[in-house]
């Protein structure tokens, strides 16, 4: 492996910064405030990936957990940054586990029992991603002003103009 093979990635990192980000001024506070999850916790995943592949000769299979978790979270924390979408990715955090012990449980011995946690956590963040997605579109299109606005003139229109009931 090359020395500088580090350097084609940070540049193209560099690159999509300047390319998403044009009106802000480029410091090192805003790159780092930008891409903190990119040069800190997506690196300590793939360490730990890294040594359970090469150093230890897939033989000490704990090292995907924390691998899957910081890899995992290092995604979300990413693009949550970027697009500042918190209120949207944040059932990631609940998947990160679950992506770390799956990783333990397909290399390792296929201890059947992991697929418990695994799936009530991966069951559990798939449920709050759809809940979230649901809730965001029926908002838009339910709840959007046109169609809110539209739906209280029907109403209203239909109040003023039905027949009235006589009373006996």
């Known amino acids: 492996m090359r020395r500088m093979s580090w350097l084609g990635p940070l540049m193209i990192l560099a690159g999509v910064y300047l390319f998403f980000f044009q009106k802000e001024a480029v410091s090192m506070g805003s790159l780092f405030g930008n891409f903190w999850p990119t040069l800190f916790i997506i690196p300590l995943g793939l360490f730990f990936h890294w040594m359970y592949f090469s150093l230890t000769e897939r033989r000490g299979t704990g090292l995907l957990i924390p691998g899957g978790i910081l890899f995992t979270v290092g995604i979300v924390c990413q693009l949550s940054t970027l697009f500042d979408s918190w209120g949207y990715l944040w059932p990631g955090f609940i998947l990160a586990p679950a ?35 649901f809730g965001t579109l029926y908002n838009r299109v339910v709840f959007g002003q046109p169609v809110l606005a539209i739906a209280l003139i029907a109403i209203g229109a239909g109040i003023m103009f039905a027949p009235k009931k006589n009373k006996l």
């Open 99 to 133: 992506v770390g012990l799956f990783e333990f449980y397909w290399f390792g011995n296929r201890n059947k029992w992991l697929l418990v946690p695994i799936n009530i956590l991966g069951v559990l963040s798939l449920m709050f991603f759809a809940m979230i997605a």
